[in-house]
Every structure is written in structure tokens, then in C-alpha cells.
């Protein structure tokens, strides 16, 4: 529960929307209770005219208009309340989502090398979908009907206190079951959810790749695989069921017995003439506005069970650490200048590894001048790769010192850095778009007479939709990671001990 209230902090800036709902929701509880006054009034009149003490009919038709300016004051307001939590909800599940993208754009590229890609888009997926769904249903059902029922309680305690009690113990009586139900339920429910990021994170990445997958004839694979994770869901479904509706038996048979006990005083007591006709059917409506809400608590609990599952694990990807203190300057710093006094790259004593045990690069030196060529030519997993992303920042160095133009760049902004730096990867990435777009990706303003290939060439604007390659396959997963390029990447371990750098 307190995950749930974090995530409305999350958005505090829909905090009038929050007391919206609140107002409308006690007006929603208000005008619902006056209704079995009503009622009650009028049966009293009518028991009156009964015996012939009034004519009655004008009181009667004059409770009539009341219920129905009530009735319809709750028709208006319940709708409000239904317009703001419907607002409320998508207003959240923005802000959700913006801030869940901002971060995930902000995490270092270690985040993503051990995350399968799907994983993270289901989970973006569930985590809000289900967290603001609930909200949603929180704010447009079941707050007014707490409302509402802390009220009857109160109202009821007012005409027998054994009443109210009773009807008291419902609610602990009911959390308690439903807390054991829950623990279970949870567990069974996290295992479900991680055969379905699987199952999700395998699938993106075999449409991204269907050309791989083609290629290999993988695709039976690839089906069973997927089909092996879902048709595991089906057998802890089943044993979650049947464990939920195990114990709902439980609870609601305790329910049905304090109900029993409820409607045994309202009768008694009627008969022994402490309630009159009016205020026994005040009473019974009010009762039955009590039982409603334990009846919906089943549906009730089992979302917030998925709404506290998913929020879980909202805010695990939140409390990743980002790739380095965010105090950037907001506006996007120029590249680095690049001058002939120092050289325009260089390595000093580099020693990094992906692991803590494995060594990749072991005091690697060498600089690079402005206007000098130079390839790296070595084995596959010998560490080229490597080379180009500690110039880049996306792993920090363990000792030794990587410059950019003088400047050590684990002092300098990543974004300044990344800006100062072109690039070409071995593997081509398209975003959805034109050539030209995907020509000036990492400079959108760039004119259309920049991005020509050549001077008076023609503009690449053509539209294509190009399959989103370039994700990231999981570590361990690679070619690059076999053994034989492991043993050759290693060498002398011994002589650098790795100081990462948060
Ligand atoms: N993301 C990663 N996580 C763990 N190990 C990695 C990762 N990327 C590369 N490696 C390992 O680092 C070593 C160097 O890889 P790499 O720089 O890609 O070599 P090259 O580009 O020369 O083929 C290899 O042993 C490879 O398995
Ligand atoms: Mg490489």
C-alpha cells in the first residue's frame, strides 16, 4: 500500500485533482445515505396512513421529489467524480511513464546488457497500466464507498450498538483472511509475471531479429520457447485460483454468519418494538450498503495485489542508480574544441573489465592526433569494441585515464562528451522515419543541403520503415561471449585491480 501512495507523490502535481476526488466522493457517500431516509420517512407515513391517522398522500409524493433531487444530485456528482478520475488516471499514467522513460534514458549501458529489451517495455506496461487502472477504480468506486461505509457504521451505532459492532468486525475480520490469502497469491503471482517479461522480452527481440531467426530456422525454437512460457502461467494460475477461491469460501462463510447475526438483532428488536417499520428499512438499506463493499473487496483486493506487484516494480527501476550525477547545463553543451597541443584522443594506462573478475583491457596506451588514421585490428573479443565505448562513457574505466582533447573525460558532461564524438557502429540501427531523418539522427536541425551525401548531391528523403534493429542482445548471450574469446581477452588479470567508479 505504501508503494501505491508513493506513486501518487510520483505526480504530486495532481494534487487538485486529488482533492477532487475526495470532495465528490464524500458528496457521492452523502447523497447515497440520505436515500434509505427517505425511504424510511416514507414508510413510517405510510404505516401512519395505514391505521388512518393522516391522509399522507401529499407527504408521500413530496419524499417522492426529494428522492429524486437526491437521486439525481448523485447521478451529476458520481459522474463528476468519474470525469476527474478518469483524468486523474491518464494525467498519471503520464507522468509515469515520462519519468520511467527519463530514467531508463539515464541508466548506464550495464542496465541494459543485463536486461533482456522486452523485459523492460512489458514491464513499463504492466507496472503502469495496472497501477493506474487501479487508481482509477480507486478513485471512481471503491473511495466513495469507503466513504460510505465508515458512515453507516457511525449512523448505525446510533440506533444499536451491537449492530454497529458487529458490523465492525466484518472489515478487520475480512483485511486479516485476505492479508493470509494475499502472501501466497503474491509469490505465485511474481512468478507468473516473470514467465511473461520473459516470454514478451523473447519476443520483441525475435520480431526485431526475424531476419536472424529466418536465416537460422529458428522459428520452431523461438515458438516453443514462447509457448513453453506461457503454458507454465496455466499451471500457477491454476494453483493461485484455486487457493484465492479456497479461502474466499473461508472469509465469505464468515461473512454470510455475521450477517446472520445482524439481521437476527434488526428483526428481534422490531418485534419488541425498538425500531419502528420506517427505521427497521433504514437499517436494512443501511446494512445493505455495508455488505456491498466486502462482497467487491475480493475484485477490490485482487487489483491492488497486481497494482502493489506492478508499483514494486515501477520504483525498482526507478532506484537505479543513473549513469552519473545528473548536473548537466539544460541547454545542450557545444562539442569539445580540438586543437594540435594535445592529442585528440588518448589512453593512458587503461584497464577495464565487464566483470570484476574478467579483464578486457590491462594497462592499454596509446593517443590518437588530430588528423591521424588509425584501425585496431585484433582478434574477435580482443576489445575494439570496448575501446569505443570507454571513449564514448558508456562504462566507466577501472584505472588509468581515457582524454579527449586534453580533457580526462570522466570529468567531463557525458552529453558533451557523446557530442564531441562520431560514430559509426558495426551493426546499422534505423529509427522509424526517412533516410534523411536517420542521416541527421544525432543532429535533428541539421538542413536538408548538410545531410546531402555529397555537395549538389541529391537530399535522402525518401520514406522507408526500416524493422527496429540494433537492440541489445543480454549478455552471455553473444557470440562475442564464447569462451575462446573470452580466454583471448584475458590477459595477465593480476596487474589491474579494478576501481569502478559509481
Ligand atoms: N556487455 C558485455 N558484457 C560482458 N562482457 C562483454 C560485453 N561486451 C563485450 N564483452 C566481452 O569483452 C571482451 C571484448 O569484447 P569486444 O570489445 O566486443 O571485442 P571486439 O570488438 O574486439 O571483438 C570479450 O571477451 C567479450 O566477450
Ligand atoms: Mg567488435
Same mark, same amino acid.
Do not use: C
Given at each position: 500500500m505504501r508503494s501505491i501512495l508513493r506513486l501518487l507523490g510520483v505526480a504530486r502535481e495532481l494534487w487538485p485533482q486529488y482533492v477532487g476526488i475526495v470532495l465528490t466522493s464524500i458528496l457521492i457517500a452523502g447523497t447515497g445515505l440520505l436515500t434509505p431516509f427517505i425511504i424510511g420517512a416514507a414508510t413510517d407515513q405510510i404505516v401512519a396512513a395505514g391505521q388512518g391517522a393522516t391522509d399522507g398522500v401529499t407527504a408521500v409524493l413530496w419524499l417522492a421529489v426529494a428522492l429524486l433531487i437526491n437521486d439525481l444530485a448523485n447521478t451529476v456528482i458520481?459522474?463528476?467524480?468519474?470525469?476527474?478520475?478518469?483524468?486523474?488516471?491518464?494525467?498519471?499514467?503520464?507522468? %509515469?511513464?515520462?519519468?520511467?522513460?527519463?530514467? $531508463? $534514458?539515464? %541508466?548506464p549501458q550495464k542496465y541494459f546488457d543485463n536486461e533482456l529489451t522486452g523485459t523492460i517495455v512489458n514491464r513499463l506496461q504492466r507496472s503502469i497500466t495496472e497501477t493506474t487502472g487501479f487508481l482509477n477504480m480507486f478513485a471512481n468506486n471503491f473511495f466513495p464507498m469507503l466513504i460510505t461505509v465508515f458512515a453507516v457504521l457511525i449512523i448505525s451505532a446510533a440506533y444499536s450498538i451491537w449492530l454497529s459492532l458487529l458490523l465492525i468486525v466484518i472489515y478487520p475480520l475480512f483485511?486479516?483472511?485476505?492479508?493470509?490469502?494475499?502472501?501466497?497469491?503474491q509469490a505465485l503471482e511474481g512468478k507468473k509475471n516473470a514467465e511473461f517479461d520473459q516470454a514478451g522480452g523473447r519476443f520483441s527481440?525475435?520480431?526485431? +531479429?526475424?531476419?536472424?531467426?529466418?536465416?537460422?530456422?529458428?522459428?520452431?525454437?523461438?515458438?516453443?520457447?514462447?509457448?513453453?512460457?506461457? +503454458?507454465?502461467t496455466i499451471g500457477i494460475t491454476g494453483e493461485q485460483s484455486r487457493w484465492w477461491h479456497q479461502m474466499d469460501v473461508a472469509r465469505r462463510g464468515a461473512l454470510n454468519v455475521i450477517f446472520f447475526g445482524v439481521y437476527a438483532i434488526i428483526f428481534v428488536q422490531t418485534v419488541q418494538g425498538a425500531f419502528s417499520i420506517g427505521e427497521m428499512v433504514v437499517?436494512?438499506? $443501511?446494512?445493505?450498503?455495508?455488505?456491498?463493499?466486502?462482497?467487491?473487496?475480493?475484485? @477490490?483486493? /485482487? =487489483?491492488?495485489?497486481?497494482?502493489?506487484?506492478?508499483?514494486?516494480?515501477?520504483?525498482?527501476?526507478?532506484?537505479?542508480?543513473?549513469?552519473? #550525477?545528473?548536473?548537466? #547545463?539544460?541547454?545542450?553543451?557545444a562539442p569539445l574544441a580540438l586543437g594540435d597541443a594535445v592529442p585528440a584522443i588518448e589512453f593512458e594506462r587503461a584497464c577495464f573489465g565487464y566483470t570484476d573478475t574478467?579483464?578486457?583491457?590491462?594497462?592499454?596506451? @596509446?593517443?590518437?592526433?588530430?588528423?591521424?588514421?588509425?584501425?585496431?585490428?585484433?582478434?574477435?573479443?580482443?576489445?575494439?569494441? =570496448?575501446?569505443?565505448?570507454?571513449?564514448?562513457?558508456?562504462?566507466? $574505466?577501472?584505472?588509468?585515464? !581515457?582524454? !579527449?582533447?586534453?580533457?580526462?573525460?570522466?570529468?567531463?558532461?557525458?552529453? +558533451?562528451?557523446?557530442?564531441?564524438?562520431?560514430?559509426?557502429?558495426? /551493426?546499422?540501427s534505423w529509427f522509424s522515419g526517412s533516410i534523411a531523418d536517420n542521416i541527421a539522427y544525432g543532429s535533428p536541425s541539421a538542413t536538408r543541403e548538410e545531410i546531402k551525401p555529397w555537395p549538389n548531391g541529391p537530399t535522402p528523403t525518401s520514406s522507408f520503415r526500416p524493422s527496429p534493429r540494433g537492440t541489445t542482445p543480454k549478455s552471455g548471450s553473444a557470440a562475442s561471449n564464447s569462451p575462446a574469446a573470452r580466454s583471448s581477452g584475458s590477459r595477465s588479470p593480476e596487474q589491474c585491480s579494478r576501481t569502478p567508479r559509481s
Open positions: 458520481s459522474n463528476y467524480g468519474g470525469y476527474l478520475g478518469d483524468t486523474m488516471a491518464v494525467r498519471l499514467r503520464t507522468a %509515469l511513464s515520462n519519468k520511467y522513460f527519463a530514467k $531508463l $534514458l539515464s %541508466l483485511t486479516w483472511l485476505t492479508a493470509i490469502t494475499s502472501k501466497k497469491w527481440e525475435v520480431i526485431g +531479429q526475424i531476419k536472424v531467426v529466418k536465416s537460422f530456422a529458428q522459428e520452431r525454437r523461438e515458438l516453443s520457447l514462447f509457448d513453453g512460457n506461457y +503454458q507454465r437499517l436494512v438499506q $443501511l446494512v445493505n450498503i455495508a455488505r456491498q463493499p466486502v462482497l467487491s473487496m475480493s475484485y @477490490f483486493v /485482487d =487489483t491492488i495485489q497486481k497494482a502493489i506487484a506492478g508499483s514494486k516494480d515501477y520504483f525498482k527501476v526507478m532506484e537505479e542508480l543513473p549513469e552519473r #550525477p545528473i548536473e548537466e #547545463p539544460s541547454d545542450a553543451p574478467e579483464k578486457v583491457l590491462d594497462e592499454v596506451s @596509446f593517443a590518437v592526433r588530430r588528423g591521424e588514421r588509425v584501425a585496431f585490428v585484433g582478434e574477435s573479443g580482443g576489445g575494439k569494441t =570496448t575501446l569505443v565505448s570507454l571513449l564514448l562513457g558508456l562504462y566507466s $574505466l577501472g584505472k588509468g585515464r !581515457v582524454r !579527449v582533447g586534453g580533457h580526462d573525460i570522466a570529468a567531463l558532461p557525458l552529453e +558533451q562528451l557523446r557530442r564531441s564524438v562520431g560514430v559509426v557502429f558495426q /551493426d546499422p
